[in-house]
């Protein structure tokens, strides 16, 4: 049963820090890219951040310079690294494994708000 559980996420004034992390069970976690996607109230669910299995990353432009994802393949989990956050961050985060042409996995999400 393959399981993606995030972790994380809180309440946070603008300009500060969270790191989210996504731990991966059931899935040779090694092969597939994972992601970070956002969906905040009334919006679409967006992509904030990719890394592929060997590394290469890719960001949305709303989050370039400000935001960081990384992996660590021993511990089969893939952490987001917030930094200098706006209330326009506010959403529910969600993890994300991809395997293409296979389906994704989801997480169940964690809640970010960016608020004074």
């Known amino acids: 049963q393959v399981q993606l559980v995030e972790s994380g996420g ?7 820090s969270l790191r989210l992390s996504c731990a991966a069970s059931g899935i040779a976690f090694s092969v597939f890219a ?6 905040a109230p009334g919006a679409q669910r967006e992509l904030v951040a990719v890394i592929t299995r060997t590394g290469i990353t890719n960001y949305a432009d ?6 960081i994802i990384s992996r660590d393949n021993a511990k089969n989990t893939v952490y987001l690294q917030m930094n200098s956050l706006k209330p326009e961050d506010t959403a529910v985060y969600y993890c994300n494994a991809n395997f293409s042409p296979a389906p994704s996995y989801w997480g169940q999400g964690t809640q970010v708000t960016v608020s004074s």
């Open 62 to 67: 709303s989050v370039k310079g400000r935001f």
């Open 10 to 16: 809180g309440l946070v004034q603008p300009g500060g």
């Open 34 to 39: 994972m992601g970070w996607y956002r969906q």
